[in-house]
T-cell receptor, first 112, second 112 residues
Framework: NAGVTQTPKFRVLKTGQSMTLLCAQD?????MYWYRQDPGMGLRLIHY???????AKGEVPDGYNVSRLKKQNFLLGLESAAPSQTSVYFC???????????FGPGTRLTVL | AQSVTQLDSHVSVSEGTPVLLRCNYS??????LFWYVQHPNKGLQLLLK??????LVKGINGFEAEFKKSETSFHLTKPSAHMSDAAEYFC??????????FGAGTRLAVHP
């Protein structure tokens, strides 16, 4: 099993450009999450999904959109990137809301 | 608001000496607590979890943590540090349904 995978691993954008980050899991987990990690702040939840076709806002959702069209995939979109969105983005999945989460390797995004 | 406080942002030990990483939580309910480790440029890996079955929890790579309700603490320990333990460690509270509340992290350095 590959676990949780993320595409791409690195990306550099210019301000105003758009992009989509892809997360895939092969553990048949219902719940999926997108986090951002910034120095000294731990991980902060952007959006999450409790099942196929559902999404919900987390702690820092502004400037991001998500979609969960298939159970195994969770996409994070940036419609108009800003320098404040420079960060490392992690996807995670879990069997249920109270279970441990399994994390992907991360995507390092720089917005110039 | 629920929070997780990691009392040390940096801890430095010599190889072969004990490790203590301190964590306090503020849940008013019975928490589910986790310790995750993040090696440089990697995703987060679960070290151990507490879910009320036992107050002393054993994890991978020789780590263990003790849940102390009276002190609202969940400190992580290891009897003898190894060079490969150098990483960042996160104490995490389940925060209730669908949420993980992260501490800010403790960076562990291990010196020869």
């Amino acid at each position: 099993n590959a676990g949780v995978t993320q595409t791409p691993k690195f990306r550099v954008l210019k301000t105003g450009q758009s992009m989509t980050l892809l997360c895939a899991q092969d553990m048949n987990h219902e719940y999926m999450y997108w986090y951002r990690q910034d120095p000294g702040m731990g991980l902060r939840l952007i959006h999450y999904s409790v099942g196929e076709g559902t999404t919900a806002k987390g702690e820092v959702p502004d400037g991001y959109n998500v979609s969960r069209l298939k159970k195994q995939n969770f996409l994070l979109g940036l419609e108009s990137a800003a320098p404040s969105q420079t960060s490392v983005y992690f996807c995670a999945s879990s069997l249920a809301g109270y279970n441990e989460q399994f994390f992907g390797p991360g995507t390092r995004l720089t917005v110039l | 608001a629920q929070s997780v406080t990691q009392l040390d942002s940096h801890v430095s030990v010599s190889e072969g000496t004990p490790v203590l990483l301190r964590c306090n939580y503020s849940s008013s309910y019975s928490p589910s607590l986790f310790w995750y480790v993040q090696h440089p440029n990697k995703g987060l890996q679960l070290l151990l979890k507490y879910t009320s079955a036992a107050t002393l929890v054993k994890g991978i790579n020789g780590f263990e943590a003790e849940f102390k309700k009276s002190e609202t603490s969940f400190h992580l320990t290891k009897p003898s540090a190894h060079m490969s333990d150098a990483a960042e460690y996160f104490c995490v509270d389940s925060g209730g349904y669908n949420k993980l509340i992260f501490g800010a992290g403790t960076r562990l350095a291990v010196h020869p």
